[in-house]
């Protein structure tokens, strides 16, 4: 049935713009909107969280956003390449649209090779430990604590209610031109850490009188962290929630959690707007915009992400303009460790570091997705071995979920990694205030059972 559709689409789309451009580079998008549906079409009882098929979901609803966005423009409109003339533009447009088709052949290549499954057990040995009540509420609290403490700080400095979640332009300024706090952000987003625990072991249970709590606690939290101004955070925890609830209670069909992905479009549209309207005029829900038009939803959310256009910069700037960054960008791993509130100016001595390759070209501060860094540092060369590699890991990810998996603590690592981790800056930091503490706390909670004495004859 998907298949047909895409088939359909392929014949009628092209009849529906004037654009020549755009008729022409039509074929390519429902080429890679097959290539990324795979994982979903091909398989009768997919696993909504394994990797490929996750990353299928995401990957779909922001290509079909991209194809609308384009046709309600009337043609190949690239945003951030409005310069170029009509066949740059189809030249640009074409090589983006065949590194995302290779990419992803080369992401599938990696993971449905048997290359990763030797790698299953190099993950953290946690399978089998049990929690000790009094050191999770222990660690808890002191998470908790320093959490409160931050979030004081950043009360105090905010300058409105506690409870209005909507002004969320007044909290990204309080952090946003003084990279000295980014502990701020650090100690705020901390407390997801014992909402993870909290959440896991509600499911765990599977008694509604437990998780009804948890998801209260969840929702409640994200919106305190929301009001930073930081939408990303709230979204990835609770995906890794979510993963955690699929694994340890009951699935999730593919369909249902695409519905409901759709609709938190629609939410991301209006925090959006929320964080850029002017501070002095009132900010409002509207449902509306949710179910009106659904086109609308996906096209307003890629036309805020720019994912393609982004894309487009690196394929238009490399190497015509600027010579391969032959691993620059990576240069800047070195300094991950050190804090932005010790190192402030750090960012000035990575100017190509793969968040800002877009910025330092045009100034747009948009990160260019993972297959464009790679192609950004070595051409199609890298896209091949790094997608490669990619897929190869979370090959190696999955396999070690399937050998726990109903432990708790492996399912709720995964849920943090396959959410989170990618070999770039942005996700690498994000690792550092969710895998890493989670990691450690599972280490200094859990303890390995006493194997049972043999009995006596």
């Not at 747009?364 to 070595?378: D, E, Q, R």
Request: proline letters at 7%; aromatic letters at 12%.
């Amino acid at each position: 049935m998907a298949l047909t559709a895409l088939l359909v689409a392929l014949l009628v789309l092209p009849g529906l713009t004037p654009d020549r451009n755009l008729r022409a580079v039509v074929p390519l998008f429902v080429v890679l909107l097959v290539v990324q549906s795979a994982p979903i079409v091909w398989s009768r009882r997919a696993d909504l969280f394994a990797p490929p098929v996750i990353f299928a979901v995401t990957g779909t609803f922001s290509t079909i956003g991209t194809l609308v966005v384009f046709f309600a423009s009337g043609g190949l409109n690239i945003s951030l390449l409005d310069q170029l003339d009509p066949p740059d533009t189809l030249r640009v447009a074409e090589r983006t649209l065949l590194v995302l088709i290779f990419g992803q052949l080369a992401y599938y290549a990696g993971f449905y090779s048997r290359f990763g499954v030797g790698f299953r057990d190099r993950f953290p040995r946690v399978a089998g430990l049990v929690w000790d009540r009094r050191r999770v509420i222990a660690i808890a609290g002191v998470v908790a604590l320093a959490f409160i403490i931050t979030y004081a700080a950043f009360q105090g400095r905010v300058g409105v209610p506690l409870f209005d979640v909507t002004a969320l332009a007044a909290g990204k300024r309080v952090w946003r031109d003084d990279p000295a706090l980014s502990w701020m952000i650090r100690g705020v987003t901390l407390g997801f850490v014992p909402l993870f625990l909290y959440v896991t072991s509600a499911v765990t249970d599977r008694r509604l009188t437990r998780i009804i709590p948890a998801g209260i606690c969840a929702v409640a939290v994200a919106l305190l962290v929301l009001r930073l101004g930081q939408r990303g955070a709230p979204a990835y925890a609770f995906l890794a929630l979510v993963t955690v609830a699929h694994y340890l209670w009951k699935r999730i069909p593919v369909t249902l959690f695409a519905a409901v992905y759709f609709i938190g479009l629609g939410v991301s549209n209006i925090t959006y707007q929320w964080r850029t309207a002017p501070e002095t005029q009132p900010r409002q829900f509207q449902m509306g915009e949710l179910t009106e038009d659904p086109s609308r939803v996906v096209s307003t959310y890629e036309s805020e992400r720019q994912r393609f256009a982004v894309l487009a910069v690196v394929m238009n700037e490399f190497p015509e303009h600027h010579d391969y960054l032959l691993g620059e960008s990576w240069l800047a791993f070195m300094s991950v460790l050190i804090p932005r509130w010790l190192w402030p100016e750090k960012g000035l001595y990575f100017l190509w570091r793969d968040s800002a390759i877009v910025y330092t070209i045009s100034g747009v501060p948009a990160p260019p997705p993972y297959v464009g860094v790679l192609y950004a540092n070595l051409s199609w060369i890298g896209v091949a071995l790094g997608m490669l590699a990619f897929g190869a890991f979370h090959r190696a990810l999955y396999e070690w979920l399937k050998l726990y998996p109903r432990d708790r603590n492996v399912v709720l690592l995964y849920a943090l990694i396959v959410h989170n981790f990618a070999p770039t800056l942005l996700a690498v930091s994000a690792c550092l205030t969710s895998v890493l503490p989670v990691w450690i706390i599972l280490r200094v909670i859990g303890r390995r059972p006493r194997a049972l004495a043999p009995a006596r004859a």
